[in-house]
């Protein structure tokens, strides 16, 4: 059947832009007020913005799929075809991908290696870490740093690294395959922009194999190891499968908890009498990540894909149709969160947020980000409670279609 939408679907986009991540709140108002599904014929898929109708879709996994989720937005070009194929790229998705029973089956196995007994042994070197790239930051003669350089890049970075088992000497390394990931999967590149990002993608799934590998010979205290013996005790889990696991994690693991500690740092000095209260009340720094979270959360939009005939919202859905869920909508939707738009860190209810999905997808490492973010302002707060934006009109969000990443968080603050 045909996916593309029915000759009557209106033409308006209103101020919808699909890879403008500046401030896209103003149209997704507007989307959920005139149009809350709307047909996007510029990247061929629906838009759905309001929560009632994301949180449906999400919850409905029988009917849509999420197996486009881990597709390119952009088709791959000739060469970064090539490129990949020749290179041995097979990687898949770990589970944001699957479907059951595949799903089901990946992630009661993952699960056993996302404990509390891992994350409490990771927190004294998150923290650490944290004290360190302040105190380091803290040092500028200047007075002047960038959270997101300065603090947020590394320490989920060095976190994800250390729970899959790579080197923290290998930082940058990942990092720039993981953006190469961005790029490829969510991003609107050209043909020619493709080619380093296609060859950075090879080198990344061949590590990923050589995790698997290595556990296999020597074992080890990390997740990848906690697999591997998973495996060897029977559970019904492939090599190709954990080395997926890690490709995922080691992506989702620390790019979207970069942006959540640059995204709370950077709402909570924007408005100032919320950072103030976690200064003097450390125990609401929880709630306040709830609120970023909803307020403006590191991932604004997901895909799922029609596997019938369906309705959303009223509206009629072909089968085989791409659906763009609008998280980052849905969290200021009015007939849920009452005024929307205001950054309330003593909101009742913001942990409702859809930020993190919903459903059998709901992300497995969402304790491990929030544990983060939360350290971090604890050390923050308390190291340099004069901390301040520097120049909040000049931070920009890179094009994405999913991701909101500030390039930058400029702060400063007064001498000690």
Not at 50 to 68: G, H, I, L, P, Q
Request: charged share 25%; hydrophobic share 40%.
């Amino acid at each position: 059947m045909s996916t593309e939408a029915p000759a009557t679907c209106p033409a308006g986009y209103h101020g919808y832009e699909p890879f403008d991540m500046n401030d896209p709140f103003p149209s997704y108002e507007r989307l959920r007020d005139e149009q809350p599904i709307m047909y996007d014929d510029r990247i061929g898929y629906w838009i759905v913005s309001r929560y009632a109708d994301v949180k449906a879709v999400f919850d409905d996994w029988e009917t849509f799929s999420s197996e486009n989720a881990q597709a390119p937005v952009r088709p791959r070009g000739a060469e970064a075809t090539r490129i990949m194929n020749e290179g041995g790229f097979t990687a898949y998705s770990g589970l944001s991908a699957r479907i059951p029973p595949e799903h089901t089956r990946i992630r009661a196995i993952a699960q056993r290696a996302f404990t509390p007994r891992r994350y409490k042994a990771l927190e004294p070197a998150i923290r650490a870490n944290a004290a360190r790239l302040i105190s380091e930051m803290l040092s500028r003669a200047d007075r002047n740093g960038d959270i997101v350089r300065d603090l947020a890049y590394d320490i989920p970075t060095i976190t994800i690294l250390s729970l899959l088992g790579v080197p923290a000497d290998q930082v940058s390394q990942y990092k720039r395959w993981s953006d190469s990931r961005a790029a490829m999967t969510w991003g609107d590149l050209s043909d020619d922009e493709q080619i380093p990002h296609a060859h950075n993608l090879v080198d990344y799934w061949k590590a990923c194999q050589d995790l698997v590998a290595k556990a296999h010979e020597s074992g080890g205290d990390n997740l990848v190891a906690d697999l591997v013996r998973a495996q060897g005790e029977g559970a019904e889990i492939t090599d190709h499968e954990i080395a997926s696991l890690a490709y995922s994690l080691l992506f989702a693991g620390h790019e979207t908890t970069t942006t959540l500690i640059a995204n709370t740092v950077r709402v909570l000095l924007g408005h100032r009498v919320a950072w103030e209260g976690v200064v003097a009340d450390p125990g609401l720094i929880p709630a306040a990540i709830d609120e970023t979270l909803r307020y403006s959360g590191s991932i604004l939009a997901w895909r799922r894909k029609a596997l019938r005939d369906t309705e959303i919202g009223g509206v009629p859905i072909p089968e085989g149709s791409n659906i763009l869920l609008v998280m980052g909508s849905a969290n200021r939707d009015a007939e849920v969160f009452d005024d929307p738009d205001a950054f309330d860190i003593h909101r009742d209810n913001a942990r409702s947020h859809l930020s993190f999905g919903f459903g059998i997808h709901y992300c497995l490492g969402n304790q491990l980000a929030k544990l983060q973010d939360r350290i971090v302002i604890e050390e923050l707060t308390t190291a340099v409670p004069s901390l301040r934006l520097a120049n909040n009109e000049s931070i920009e969000f890179g094009p994405n279609l999913s991701f909101r990443a500030p390039k930058s968080v400029p702060v400063s603050w007064e001498a000690a």
